[in-house]
């Protein structure tokens, strides 16, 4: 019988342009570790997972500037639509147009905002990833991009880009090219030049951008002196920027908060596609064309510390019964971030006032519940000037399951560990710290809790 080897030869170009996905994320080189990775494998037409991912909607954050503050045209939605597994090992996010024009698509980011080097090690943050498959007029406007934001950036929107952003993968109007760019400083100008950036680009190797998959990867190394970051397609670094181009406490701000979270997008229009071809998307421009993301991996070598686990603890994400520290917050509003001087160093939350809060997700409380809540904090707020630090779970508008009161403590870095009594809690939560007050004065710094049983 030829009919298996007729079909395959005749299947065999076809096979060839296929891009594939890999059925999971690569295992480590030597002398790395994953602290936290996503393959993607999951059923058709499901959303990419709720423990891992943000899934952002609408033109921009509450609060924050409009149109992503990009000038981007296109609504975000949470739809399967525009942003789902396909099924075979690939996270695809799809532009959509109806048809009055209007455009719609998907923004992810991740849980986790606390990716950054061990003290004297590395940071690498890799994904494989096929841009859309579409070239030319029909291109235009088309904006995909694989970044990372620094976390104080979570309930503020309006400190960049001093807190820094690493552009890895960018592309735009289907132009064989990936951009990595770092922003930071302060805008317009500043030593990063804002709003462009320092930015190199490259063509993709072999293959083009638009119809295969490639490597794109991030690494940040704080084992050379001047620190440096280094930006990789395929394996082949094609751009950097040493610590010592920058002003000291340009680095400093971008470097010294809590760490970084991941972010992929699809963008149509804005400035980026704009300032290359005019404005866009044009009447010519294709809806539907996805990328596909078949990982996301952060991993991290040498340092003086241990990265966290690859897994989390069985039902959820951090143990209530470590030591959390208040900078990994998943999202914040209100707040900023120092460095402490309190024992064993690190950072805490500062400004804090009335209406402010923290939010912590996955914390695994196990099945023997837990019945307090303890906070390291310090004040000083003027005379008669208190608040309450609150714990809450699932939603800020629940009712706290415990409090307690803080007033001056003798100075902002002079620390009191301080108890409180909490309804009884099992399972997995998302926890809010939220802070009440009758004044408007910040009145509490917060370096980490803990709960116990």
Not at 115 to 141: C, Y
Not at 281 to 299: G, H, I, L
Not at 358 to 366: E, K, L, P, R
Not at 396 to 414: K, L, M, Y
Request: proline share 8%.
């Amino acid at each position: 019988m030829r009919t298996r080897p007729l079909v395959l030869a005749l299947l065999a170009p076809l096979l060839a342009v296929v891009p594939l996905a890999h059925a999971s994320v690569p295992p480590p080189t030597d002398g790395w570790s994953t602290v936290w990775s996503d393959d993607f494998n999951g059923s058709s037409g499901s959303l990419p997972s709720g423990s891992n991912w943000i899934i952002d909607t609408g033109h921009g954050y509450p609060g924050g500037p409009g149109n992503w503050g990009t000038g981007e045209i296109q609504n975000y939605t949470n739809s399967p639509d525009n942003v789902s597994l396909d099924g075979t090992g690939n996270l695809r996010i799809t532009p959509r147009r109806d048809g009055a024009g209007n455009w719609t698509s998907a923004r992810i980011e991740s849980q986790r905002s606390d990716f950054k080097p061990p003290s004297g090690g590395v940071l690498a943050i890799e994904s494989r990833i096929q841009m859309p498959n579409v070239t030319g007029d029909a291109a235009l406007g088309y904006w995909p991009a694989f970044w990372a934001l620094g976390a104080p950036y979570r309930g503020n929107y309006w400190n960049w880009p001093g807190i820094g952003e690493f552009d890895i993968m960018e592309n735009v109007n289907g132009i064989n090219s990936v951009w990595g760019v770092l922003h930071c400083g302060v805008s317009p100008g500043g030593p990063c030049n804002e709003t462009t950036g320092i930015g190199a680009n490259r063509a993709c190797p072999g293959s083009s951008c638009q119809s295969a998959f490639h490597t794109y990867r991030f690494e940040w190394d704080t084992s050379v002196s001047p620190n440096q970051l280094r930006w990789y397609v395929d394996g082949q670094q094609f751009h950097s920027v040493s610590q010592g181009q920058l002003p000291a406490d340009t680095w400093s701000n971008m470097t010294s908060h809590a760490g970084y979270f991941v972010l992929l997008n699809l963008a149509i229009g804005g400035a980026f596609p704009d300032a290359l071809n005019g404005p866009t998307p044009r009447a010519s421009t294709v809806p539907d064309r996805p990328m596909m993301v078949d990982y996301v991996a952060v991993s991290t070598k040498g340092g003086g510390s241990t990265p966290p686990p690859t897994t989390p603890p069985p039902g959820g994400g951090s143990s209530a019964y470590g030591t959390l520290q208040a900078e990994s917050f998943a999202q914040q509003s209100g707040m900023g971030v120092e460095t402490t001087t309190d024992t064993g160093g690190g950072q805490n939350l500062m400004q804090i006032g009335n209406g402010d809060w923290a939010q912590y997700n996955g914390i695994d409380f196990g099945s023997t519940a837990a019945t307090q809540f303890v906070a390291r904090v310090a004040s000083g707020a003027a005379g008669g000037v208190s608040g309450l630090v609150e714990v809450r779970l699932d939603s800020r508008s629940n009712a706290p399951i415990g409090s307690f009161a803080v007033g001056n403590t003798g100075g902002w870095q002079s620390w009191r560990t301080i108890p409180a009594n909490i309804s009884s809690v099992t399972g997995t939560h998302t926890v809010y710290i939220t802070f009440t007050s009758s004044q408007p004065a910040d009145y509490v710094n917060l370096n980490w809790f803990t709960f116990g049983r």
